[in-house]
């Protein structure tokens, strides 16, 4: 499954690439636009560390399953080739992302750059499909293709189906081993957080059922709702898109 995107904190860029090399790599690519100046394999490296190993738009792990990364420039290398390496122009990308955003200019086609935008001011989760709050959301969903059938809203629903069964399944616990249960909860809502795959649909689904407001108000009755569940709902919250 695939969500949309949360927002990015962009760290520090590779000490590698100094302003000396980022000119250097900058003229080769004006002198020749086939060479890849880019796909150096420590900026394929802190490019893919960006966003926890994951797509920057649909979230999908990438390097699994066939997810080939693909650095795709936000603003686009041959209409704007002085930010050919530039940090921070540089976003991991699932193929199929890349691909459908092609040449898009966000200058002139308004879309959500999750390393400086708030996806959640723009996109809201519902049950695995995405929708848009506005013009730049919905342009994004269009550029990104982020309710494709079989890439994306299919393996999001498997992945939501999956979170609701152990929701459910986990519920005996209470009685025969609440300390058990207590692991298992964590474990589903560590699902929901930044460094997992779909972490805004999942983080939406969990916050949204009534399971799990049920299990947390037990869990606060028993004096058992600790510093650890604290710190994955905060986190879960920062990932939400909620309408």
């Not at 000119?23 to 002198?31: G, P, S, T």
């Not at 060479?35 to 420590?42: E, H, L, P």
């Not at 992302?97 to 996806?119: E, M, Y």
């Not at 629903?157 to 964590?186: H, T």
Request: aromatic residues 12%.
């Amino acid at each position: 499954m695939t969500n949309v995107m949360i927002k990015i904190q962009l760290p520090d860029r590779p000490k590698q690439l100094t302003k000396e090399l980022e000119l250097e790599l900058i003229e080769r690519f004006k002198r020749n636009t086939n060479d890849c100046v880019w796909r150096t394999k420590f900026i394929k490296d802190a490019v893919f560390d960006i966003a926890f190993g994951k797509c920057a738009y649909s979230e999908a792990k990438l390097k699994e399953e066939g997810k080939d990364m693909q650095i795709d420039h936000f603003y686009p290398k041959l209409a704007y080739k002085e930010k050919v390496v530039e940090w921070g122009n540089m976003l991991p990308s699932l193929n199929v992302c890349n691909r459908h955003k092609g040449d898009t200019d966000p200058s002139s086609v308004a879309i959500i750059n999750p390393l400086f935008d708030d996806p959640k001011e723009h996109l809201f989760a519902n049950n695995g499909f995405i929708g848009y709050k506005d013009e730049i959301g919905r342009n994004t969903i269009d550029v990104f293709d982020l309710n494709n059938q079989s890439y994306l809203y299919i393996p999001r629903s498997l992945l939501l189906k999956e979170i609701g069964n152990n929701l459910i399944d986990i519920e005996p616990w209470i009685e025969k081993d609440i300390s058990y249960f207590v692991s298992r909860l964590k474990q589903i809502m560590s699902k929901g957080t930044q460094r997992f795959a779909y972490s805004a649909v999942v983080s939406t689904f969990i916050l949204e059922n009534k399971k799990y407001a049920t299990y947390k108000e037990l869990l606060k009755k028993k004096s058992l709702w600790d510093d650890e569940l604290c710190g994955l709902e905060k986190n879960m919250e920062f990932c939400s898109m909620r309408k």
